[in-house]
């Protein structure tokens, strides 16, 4: 099959979240089982210096909207360690910019057209290039506008050369609409019957997300318990009822992990590489990671780490109203990651509080990110709704034992201790349903215990959760067959 993948974002050209990560690895996995595998994105600033092989395919390509006619190129580049093609469709006045999407925590304000402009591009694109892919596979609310346009725009919709061609829709967090005025409709010019509440219309706006579910063939989402709460009020976003009324409901596809980034037996990342075999050697890590906090090292206490982006969603709320508990359990606590800038400041406080306790580092840094997975000996993700998640199954593989939240990829990944789970040796981490400061707090002492007087269990959840198979393999898989379901329909 031939197969476009469609980003506004792919590690190591242009990253901000896991999104950058998925698009990065499932093509890999898709080309290794044989497919012409392609992946396309926005040309941002940041690309050049994560992109020295770029070079011009098309150089010039136009895009008409509105009373304007706007230009740009297209670049290609390749997945390292690949031959798998990246397409970077450039347009310097909407994409040569410091952020991908915003600065400061703004959004910037022409998302719409640079988003719009980038879902057109590509399709006369693959015109220019004569590459015509069996599948469309858009992903999140940037790409929402390609469905639309392919099957909208009379350019696309009659052409025969995307007669084969179908679309699948990926919901990667429904938490993020691409919510726009109506004003959109005549600056992109997009039709008049798109502001319908069955379509595009979403409480007086317009949703980029919601043309890429109605207009799609398909939709799938990164796990099955999210695919299945999106249906809900709770986790719908208000689109529970338009999804529900969906011809086909969305298919839930669990991400994977990329097993040559993420294995501690040959990490390069971490000081002391170990295997299942050899999980007395993590030990070492932890001593690292707690003189790389500047701690001494106490080897009793556990240490949990929690790498995320710091919002609500996280759970940082949770934490922020179980932090006296959870610093009376003795544990050791490191956050790492980025945010909103109260939870910054909570941290911090707490941080300057319970210094022998609390460390926070406020960045996003992947080296201090595998140090920690390698030396902390249990990972938090509290989250209150999480579509997949990557950082439980990186856990369990490095044999740092997770304490979640029942939801979403992390109820569809960590399977609770429990007599049943511990006898069948299915066991892997704490799960907590409720979403209360209580249930964490909870959670969080049952692990500290476990750690602190049954050390042979704690060993067997770690051996547990590093035989786990999240491979992309396995989720490359799920996809192919997907989209020969598409091609046959």
């Avoid at 998925?22 to 994105?41: Q, S, T, Y």
Wanted: aromatic residues 10%.
């Amino acid at each position: 099959m031939r197969i476009l993948l469609i980003s506004s974002e792919v590690t190591p050209f242009a990253k901000t979240g896991g999104l950058a990560d998925v698009l990065a690895a499932l093509p890999k996995a898709l080309a290794a089982r044989g497919h012409d595998v392609r992946v396309v994105i926005p040309h941002y600033a940041c690309v050049r210096d994560a992109a020295p092989d770029l070079r011009l395919v098309l150089p010039e390509i136009a895009v008409h909207f509105p009373g304007r006619l706007m230009l740009g190129k297209v670049c290609q580049s390749h997945l390292p360690g690949t031959t798998v093609p990246v397409y970077l469709v450039d347009n310097p006045a909407l994409y040569e910019r410091p952020g991908l999407y915003g600065e400061e925590g703004k959004d910037y304000p022409d998302n719409a057209l640079r988003f719009g402009f980038f879902s057109l591009a590509l399709l006369w694109m693959l015109k220019g290039i004569d590459w015509a892919p069996d599948v469309l596979h858009c992903n999140d609310w940037q790409t929402g506008l390609v469905p639309l346009f392919r099957k909208t725009r009379s350019h696309f919709q009659h052409d025969p050369f995307f007669a084969r061609s179908k679309v699948l829709y990926t919901i990667h967090n429904l938490g993020y609409l691409g919510v726009f005025s109506p004003g959109v409709l005549g600056l992109l010019d997009l039709p008049g019957r798109v502001n319908r509440a069955d379509c595009m219309e979403y409480f007086g706006g317009i949703s980029f997300m919601k043309s890429g579910i109605h207009f799609a063939d398909a939709v799938s989402t990164v796990s099955e318990q999210y695919a299945r709460e999106i249906l809900t009020p709770e986790f719908g976003c208000g689109l529970d009822g338009f999804l529900l009324s969906l011809p086909r409901q969305p298919r839930g596809i669990l991400n994977g992990i990329d097993y040559h980034d993420w294995d501690p037996a040959r990490d390069p990342l971490i000081r002391r590489n170990y295997t299942i075999d050899s999980l007395e050697k993590k030990a070492e890590c932890k001593t690292v990671l707690q003189r790389n906090l500047r701690w001494n090292p106490k080897p009793q206490a556990p240490l949990i780490g929690m790498i995320s982006r710091m919002d609500g969603q996280k759970g940082l709320d949770l934490i922020e109203a179980a932090l006296p508990q959870l610093i009376e359990t003795g544990a050791r606590f490191v956050f790492l990651g980025d945010g909103n800038p109260y939870f910054h400041d909570m941290l911090l406080k707490a941080a300057r509080k319970h210094s022998n306790q609390v460390r926070v580092r406020v960045r996003f840094d992947p080296k201090l990110a595998h140090i920690i997975e390698a030396g902390a000996d249990a990972f938090l993700m509290p989250s209150r709704y999480e579509p997949c998640g990557l950082n439980q199954m990186y856990s369990m593989r490095y044999g740092t034992i997770p304490i979640v939240r029942y939801t979403g990829g992390l109820a569809d990944t960590v399977t609770p201790v429990s007599h049943e789970s511990l006898l069948d040796g299915t066991a892997t981490g704490f799960v907590f349903r409720d979403y209360t400061p209580e249930a964490l707090v909870a959670a969080v002492q049952e692990a500290v215990y476990t750690y602190r007087n049954f050390h042979d269990l704690w060993h067997r959840l770690q051996e547990n959760g590093m035989r786990q198979n999240y491979s992309w393999d396995r989720s490359a898989e799920a996809y192919e067959k997907f989209y020969q379901e598409l091609l046959a329909s």
